[in-house]
Structures are given as structure tokens and as C-alpha cells.
């Protein structure tokens, strides 16, 4: 009987392999010359113990091989064909990639991850965005966790998970989310499901190995996860094309990244990406969408999943996580390319490295200074453009050093500095250890700052933070005034410091001043109060002349006056009641009590007018009275359906 079987190969051709029983006859070489001459053949053995013969032909890719082929392979070789098995075999599609079964083996914990999220408004964040939904990948590492990227899961109100070759999906929830990585950490939500989903605990076949090194050049990678156009596990083939240290979607800060051929789309992200080993060798995150682009994706190295695992530290409650963002670069540099910049720092000829023109003092602490030539980090030379060596002849910037830290590991900096070759290394300087250094305008929602907002009579104020300057309606002065902010340093003293130089008025913090936040007017509710008022999006400098240090403080002040006017009120008049609602006229003020029972003062017995003075940058100031401000507020809260006048969260603890 004659048993075809398949041979799938990298080559330009598939292979159909014939096992056959030699005949008797023998076939002249010259008939075999000629009936073979139209598909490449040849012979090789199948088993050593067997007589049989293999028959291979050869045909293209992506085809299906006729009958007739095979019928001319076999009579040169004058070999009988049995129709009853060999149509229905040939019937069979033949496909130069490999089956599903073995591009997939040893990666059963690729996951599709399926999200349902509800954004913050940021302009009215007392309010949500309508429900929307997507897709991503990911996969399990160890300790029953399951890794993708953060903005996969941002904003999630229901996360399932599903491994790719089951289908039952189970319900999950984050632990980390690090947006400065772009990674995150999820779970499987209840001890029951989660023992179901990854097995017992001696079960680690879910688990996928991340790689050690960086992959070479040209080394081949498989990136597998669940892209758009199907609802089944995908592999897509590339090669690595570059490694760089690429800048993030802002207010990311640049990132280590794999850059590879192969095709990552709506769906990819947080799936793995293979080498040739089986390991993983990053994590797909993003593709470049220029017109001008073809084919380039970007993978989070293996060295970056590693450095984000090694920032998170559990609690004792169980699953609760901290995670320390990772380190800023505490320094604004520029290249020492231009030889007059070079002279006029009197940098000789022999010294290499990047210019120093602002510094972070509270991290650096005296290693680095304006006017340095940094020349070394960790030992590493730099070169004028401020790129150093990756490996070989590989150069790549120096950034992917500091911010590819380890937690609380140190740092040395050598520098250059009137005329001498400085290190922090010794005794009495030791090395720095690098931080997150925040922006007085907050980054990332969920992480350093929480949707807040205040209603102060017909106003609504809420911090400036980058969410907002990307809106369309703040203006390009209010942004470039943002900005600068964001170029100053928080410097922090110690009590030491300040006790000694109590005096000194040059000693105190230079960066934010008192300042925690910046707090914007973004709109202007239609009412009485606020007529002819028309022109939102302007920072609020200060309040009644006291300068604003946060939203929180602006509360406070505002509070301060209510209580004031509502004590002049119960002063004017004993037996009123405590008020819920203040209606004003010309002549006299009427006060409705919990029971709508209206107590009416007459002009004499009148509380002296007091009034709220909103300073605002570049712009007239705008002045409430405040009885009637405090009147508007609640009618307008009423219409518009908000339910308290100011939501203010602190620190989100579960970040460093």
C-alpha cells in the first residue's frame, strides 16, 4: 500500500514524502531522467531497519500537488498506484507554514484578554464616558501571574482572560499597573477560578521563560497574541531590526524597545514575542503608524519586564501591591559636538562626553553641577552625542542606563569639572540612587493624580495636569506657562538646611516655591452670578490676594468665607436656623431652613456684604458676592445633576 505523508520545510518548496516497497524491476537511469526532469527529486532513507524507499517531489508554495505529478513520479520509478488511498490523500491543502500545533508548543499561557473600561472626563470629572470595549493579549509568568501592557487594562471595570486553547474565559483583575513601562499585572480574580485556570501548584506549564540577553540583530523572532481579523491565536514572523531607547507616548518618559519587522496590530499588545530558543524576548506594545512606515513594531525587552518585576513589593495584605515608579533622569544635557560650545567650557580635545545645564540637586546632591561635562556612567564612556556602546559596534543612547535601574541600585557619575575628573564613588561621596522625580503637572491618571474638581459658586476648578493640555480647548499661552512649570525641579531640603539658612532667601525651595499643584479655571457655568464672565482655561494665581498652593487649599479658603458669611448671618439673626438655601434681592436676603421655612432679614439687619476675588493669570479677576455665589452653587449643582461641590483624593499609596 502506498502511504503519502507530508513534509513541511523552510525552503521554496513542500515536500510530499511517498513510502514506498522497492519493486523488483529495475528502472534504466536514463527513463528516470526524463519523467523526472519537471519536479525536483531525490531519495534518502526513512528508517535504517526498513527497506523502503522514499519518492520525494518537489512542488511549489502554497499549492496543492496534482495527481498527475505523483503519477509520473511513481512510474518511473514503475511503481503500482493504489487510487482507493491516494486521491483522498492529495486532496489534502498544502501550506508552507508549519501547523498551529507546533508553532504553539511550550506556549500554552498566551492569554486573549478581554476589557471593558470607563474613562474620566477630565474637563467635567465628576463624570464618566460612555462604556467602551477591547481586546489584547498576554501571557502567564511565574508565581500565577499574568503579564501585558498597561494600556490594555487602563480604565478597566471587567477584565476576562482566556488561554488560547481553552474556551472558557475567566474573570480577572490588575494588581500593577506601570505606566511608565507600559506593563502591567493582572490576576485571576477568586482561589477557585484561579486553581482551575493555572492548575495546581507544582503545574508550571503555563509559565513562559523570559529571555536572559538582548536578541541579536537579524535574529528571528515570533510574536504571538490575538490581533483584529479573527477570534483565534495568531503568529506573525519577523526578524530584529534595531534595538534603540525610543520616547513613549507622552508624558512617558523613553523606554529600552526591540524594533522588528513583523506585523503588530490592535490586539498584539501585551502578547509575547519569541526567540529562536522558545524564550521570550519581549513584549509586543506598539507598531509605528506613519504613512511613511512599513512593517515596524516595537517589543518591551525581557531586561525591562525583569527591572518592572523587581520594583513591585507585596504587602502583607494579600493581593495588595506597591510599585516604585521607575527612575527620571535627574539632569537636562546637551550634546559637546560644536567646537565653540567646547571652547567656550574649555573642554579639552581628550575629554568626551555631554554637557550639563541643569540638575536636579535633591537626587544628585552635588555629583553632578550646571557647567559639568558628564563623561562616565557606571564606568561607561559616553561619546559627545551622549550615545555609549550596547555591544559590539551597537551604540544606543545613554538613557536606557539609568532608566533601566534596578530598585535602590546605585549610580556613579563621572564628570569633568574645572579642570578635573570627578567621581562620586568614595566615602564621603557616595553614589546616587535615582528616583521618579514627579512634574508639578500630573502624568497618569490613576497614578499620581485622581480625577478632582471644585464647584466655587457658578466656576469649575480643577489641577492642571497633561490630560488636560492636550485638550483642544486650552490655549497655547496656558500650555507654554504649563510647561515651564514642568521644567522646574521639586527641590527638597532637609530641616538642617533650612534651620541654618533661615535667613537666607536664596536657600529656599527655587523650584515650585509653595506650590504642590496648578489649579485651572476650565468653564464657566451660564447663572446670574456669572453673567458677562466668558473666558475659561486661565490658572488661578490667587484667592482674595492669598496665593494658591492646590485645589485642597483653595477649598479651604473657600470654606473659610462661607462660614464667615454664614456667621454674620446667625449673628444678624439668633433664631434663624442652620441654612440650606439662601435666596438675595435687592433690598433684603431670605433664608430657607431644612423645612422650606423662609426667614426674611430685613435691609438694617443685613450681614455686611463679603465677597470672593478669583485672581487670574493673564486675565481680569472675577468677583462673586458670596451669599450669592453660594446660592448659585446649589442651583447649579441641582440642574446639572452633580452630586457634591468638590472631589479631592490624596496620594494614591499604592505608588512611589
Known amino acids: ?72 513520479a511513481l512510474e518511473a520509478k514503475q511503481l503500482p498506484m493504489s487510487r482507493s488511498v491516494l486521491p483522498s490523500t492529495l486532496s489534502r491543502q498544502l501550506s508552507i507554514s508549519s501547523s498551529p500545533a507546533s508553532a504553539l508548543a511550550g506556549k500554552e499561557g498566551v492569554c486573549l484578554i478581554e476589557v471593558a473600561t470607563v474613562q474620566w472626563m477630565w474637563e467635567e470629572p465628576w463624570q464618566r464616558s460612555t462604556q467602551s470595549r477591547s481586546t489584547g493579549s498576554g501571557f502567564v509568568i511565574s508565581n500565577r501571574r499574568i503579564l501585558t501592557n498597561c494600556h490594555v487594562v487602563h480604565s478597566a471595570i471587567d477584565i ?82 534595531r534595538i534603540d531607547s525610543i520616547l513613549l507616548e507622552a508624558p512617558a518618559d523613553t523606554i529600552l524597545a526591540i524594533q522588528i519587522d513583523a506585523a503588530i496590530n490592535p490586539g498584539n499588545s501585551g502578547g509575547p514575542a519569541f526567540n529562536s530558543r522558545g524564550q521570550v524576548t519581549g513584549v509586543a506594545f506598539c507598531k509605528d ?161 485622581q480625577p478632582d474638581y471644585l464647584i466655587l459658586g457658578a466656576l469649575v476648578l480643577v489641577p492642571m495636569s497633561l490630560n488636560l493640555m492636550s485638550s483642544k480647548h486650552a490655549g497655547k499661552r496656558l500650555v507654554a506657562t504649563c510647561k515651564d512649570w514642568c521644567l522646574k525641579w521639586q527641590e527638597e531640603e532637609s530641616d538642617e538646611t533650612t534651620k541654618n539658612d533661615s535667613n537666607d532667601n536664596s536657600s529656599k525651595k527655587s523650584g515650585w516655591g509653595d506650590k ?47 462660614k464667615k458669611f454664614d456667621h454674620d448671618t446667625n449673628a444678624a439673626s439668633p433664631a434663624t436656623p442652620t441654612t440650606t438655601k439662601i435666596e438675595t434681592s435687592q433690598n433684603c436676603t431670605n433664608i430657607l431652613d431644612d423645612n422650606n421655612k423662609k426667614t426674611q432679614l430685613k435691609e438694617e439687619q443685613q450681614p455686611i456684604p463679603s465677597f470672593a476675588r478669583i485672581e487670574l493669570e493673564h486675565d481680569d479677576d472675577i468677583i462673586f458676592e458670596v451669599s450669592r455665589a453660594v446660592a448659585a452653587q446649589r442651583d447649579i449643582m441641582e440642574t446639572h445633576q452633580i452630586a457634591k461641590p468638590w472631589r479631592i483624593c490624596g496620594k494614591n499609596p499604592k505608588y512611589k
Not at 494588581?175 to 477560578?193: K, S, Y
Not at 527620571?328 to 544635557?333: G, Q, V
Not at 456669572?530 to 473657600?558: A, E
Request: aromatic share 6%; charged share 25%.
Open 1 to 72: 500500500m502506498i502511504e503519502p505523508s507530508i513534509e513541511a520545510k523552510d525552503s521554496d518548496a513542500v515536500a510530499v514524502a511517498i513510502t514506498t516497497t522497492p519493486a523488483p524491476q529495475s528502472v534504466p537511469e536514463e527513463a528516470d531522467k526524463q519523467k523526472m526532469n519537471a519536479c525536483s527529486s531525490k531519495r534518502k532513507r526513512l528508517d535504517d531497519e526498513t527497506d523502503d524507499e522514499v519518492v520525494v517531489v518537489a512542488v511549489k508554495r502554497s499549492s496543492t500537488i496534482p495527481e498527475s505529478v505523483v503519477t509520473s
Open 289 to 449: 503608524a506613519r504613512k511613511q512606515s512599513d512593517n515596524i513594531g516595537y517589543v518591551i525587552p525581557a531586561a525591562v519586564v525583569r527591572a518592572f518585576l523587581g520594583r513591585i513589593s507585596v504587602s502583607e495584605e494579600v493581593g495588595t501591591c506597591t510599585y516604585t515608579l521607575s527612575p527620571s533622569i535627574p539632569y537636562r544635557w546637551h550634546s559637546l559636538e560644536n567646537t565653540s560650545l567646547r571652547m567656550a567650557h574649555n573642554v579639552p580635545k581628550g575629554v568626551h562626553g555631554i554637557l550639563i545645564v541643569d540638575a536636579a540637586s535633591a537626587i544628585v546632591k552635588g555629583a553632578l553641577q550646571k557647567g559639568d561635562v558628564l563623561t562616565k556612567i557606571d564606568g561607561t564612556q559616553l561619546a559627545d552625542d551622549g550615545q555609549l556602546t550596547l555591544r559590539g559596534q551597537e551604540l544606543i543612547q545613554h538613557n536606557y542606563l539609568l532608566r533601566g535601574k534596578q530598585l535602590n541600585e546605585p549610580t556613579v557619575f563621572s564628570v569633568y569639572r574645572d579642570g578635573k575628573h570627578l567621581s562620586n564613588d568614595g566615602p564621603n561621596d557616595p553614589p546616587c540612587v535615582l528616583k521618579d522625580l514627579p512634574y508639578i503637572c500630573p502624568r497618569w491618571a490613576d497614578v499620581d493624580h
Open 516 to 562: 504642590e499643584e496648578l489649579v485651572v479655571l476650565t468653564d464657566i457655568f451660564a447663572h446670574e452670578l456669572s453673567f458677562s464672565y466668558s473666558r475659561p482655561w486661565r490658572r488661578v494665581v490667587s484667592y482674595n490676594g492669598t496665593s494658591i498652593r492646590s485645589l485642597c487649599h483653595l477649598k479651604d479658603i473657600w470654606l473659610q468665607s462661607c
Open 160 to 241: 476576562r482572560v482566556r488561554l488560547h486553547g481553552s474556551p472558557r474565559r475567566f474573570a480577572a483583575k490588575v494588581l500593577v499597573q506601570a505606566p511608565d513601562v507600559d506593563l502591567a499585572i493582572l490576576t485571576i480574580d477568586g482561589d477557585e477560578a484561579a486553581e482551575e485556570f493555572f492548575g495546581t501548584s507544582n503545574n508550571s506549564s503555563l509559565e513562559l521563560e523570559l529571555a536572559d540577553d538582548l536578541p541579536r540583530l537579524g535574529e528571528s523572532v515570533h510574536v504571538v497574541g490575538f490581533p483584529t481579523g479573527g477570534r483565534t491565536v495568531c503568529v506573525t514572523e519577523g526578524v530584529v531590526s
